[in-house]
């Protein structure tokens, strides 16, 4: 009796032995796993099903995909993986390149009966922009499946029964600075305005309508190197056909101190900036609609016991709802590209008052305001 029991105890474990030779647990983890798209990981997960392999993907703080399941299975899935894993990463590479060109240069054509010229998209950019970059005479491009030819020499866009439009080439570097700015004498200048300017009138008026101090003294700030990189960035979303919210440009207030008011002048906001005060709606930089909810944000200055703030010019672009701790806005559309993301989070997308930028470019200083 014993001899039968330990035989079949000796074969119930070759059984174990033999299923465990034939399964496997695969796990890789890479940072391209992170751009994935939502079809992308639907794709993965219908292959699991037909392979027969359980997939886990994990995106976020750590980027891992694990299948299990019969050996052979497994790696057959695995090599569809990762190729999938390597498009998806290739396409983001390509699709942020497009997305940083646009800041700098933008190819139109002309908008016929229109008389606003349209944008190429971003990809068609990228290809338009090499090949002049090249010195070539002509490219090729697509429009809707339908082949055509961007000839440099006549700048026309052309198709195989003849010329469509006019295009041209916009360098969105090459930005003027306010006709009203003093002579720039240093690379960052805080310019005094006063009572007869009608700016001056301008920035008080918009900031007493919802708050009450007493304004001690306004100042421009005037740094072209930083209002140039604001005025391409403004451009670029004015004209992509990507934004939908055509009216970009709001004036909004960041409350600051004594500390941070040089270097926001010099760079900027800054995102390291970010998470002093607030990340309830996103790891950036906060801006408010009223003058009086920034007054909260503003510390007295040690030395004089004035409050400061800055009257800012900021591109919000398209609007989504912000999330606590949030480092990006989300994509418009995961299912299309996870790299084109919505432009600002605020509190409330229907009436917001709060908004959080994540594009240095984004935001230029415009006033600073002393007041008690």
């Known amino acids: 009796m014993e001899q039968k029991k330990q035989f079949v105890e000796e074969a119930k474990t070759d059984v174990e032995t033999l299923q465990e030779s034939h399964h496997r647990d695969k796990t890789f983890t890479t940072e391209n796993i992170k751009e994935l798209s ?25 980027n891992r995909i694990r299948m299990q399941g019969e050996t052979i299975s497994v790696a057959d899935l695995s090599t569809e993986v ?16 497009a997305a940083e ?41 697509y429009e809707k499946g339908r082949k055509l030819t961007v000839d440099f020499r006549a700048m026309e866009l052309r198709s195989p029964d003849g010329v469509l439009a006019k295009v041209r080439r916009n360098d969105l570097t090459k930005v003027d600075v306010p006709s009203f700015w003093k002579p720039q004498k240093d690379k960052v200048m ?6 007869p300017d009608p700016l ?38 004015d004209n992509s056909p990507n934004v939908k919210n055509k009216s970009n440009e709001m004036r909004l207030y960041h409350g600051s101190d004594a500390k941070t008011i ?35 944000y503003s510390h007295p200055d040690p030395n004089t016991g004035f409050k400061q703030m800055f009257q ?22 995961p299912s299309v590209s996870q790299v084109d993301l919505f432009d600002t989070t605020v509190d409330n997308p229907s009436n917001p008052t709060i908004f959080v930028t994540y594009g240095d470019a984004q935001t230029y200083p415009e006033y600073l305001i002393t007041f008690q």
């Open 312 to 333: 800012t010019l900021v591109l919000v672009g398209d609007m989504c709802a912000g999330q606590n701790g949030m480092i990006a806005p989300p994509p418009r559309d």
């Open 262 to 296: 040089d270097a926001i002048c010099s760079q900027g906001f800054n995102r390291s900036f970010a998470g002093r005060n607030a990340v309830m709606f996103g790891r950036g930089a906060y801006f408010a609609l009223n003058a009086n909810y920034s007054t909260g």
């Open 190 to 195: 805080l310019v005094e305005i006063k009572t």
């Open 82 to 97: 990762h190729e999938i894993v390597s498009n998806a990463a290739e396409t983001a590479r390509i699709e942020r390149r």
């Open 101 to 141: 060109l646009k800041e700098r240069v933008r190819w139109f054509k002309a908008g016929g009966a229109s008389s606003t010229d349209i944008p190429f998209d971003d990809l068609t950019n990228v290809t338009i922009e090499d090949a002049h970059k090249d010195n070539e005479r002509k490219v090729d491009i």
């Open 38 to 62: 939502v079809r992308d990981i639907s794709h993965i997960n219908d292959l699991g099903r037909k392979y027969g392999v359980v997939v886990t993907i994990e995106q976020g703080i750590v």
């Open 200 to 237: 001056y009138k301008k920035v008080v008026h918009q900031f007493q309508k919802t708050c009450g101090q007493t304004i001690i003294k306004i100042e421009r700030v005037q740094n072209p190197e930083l209002y140039m990189q604001y005025s391409a960035k403004k451009m670029s979303m």
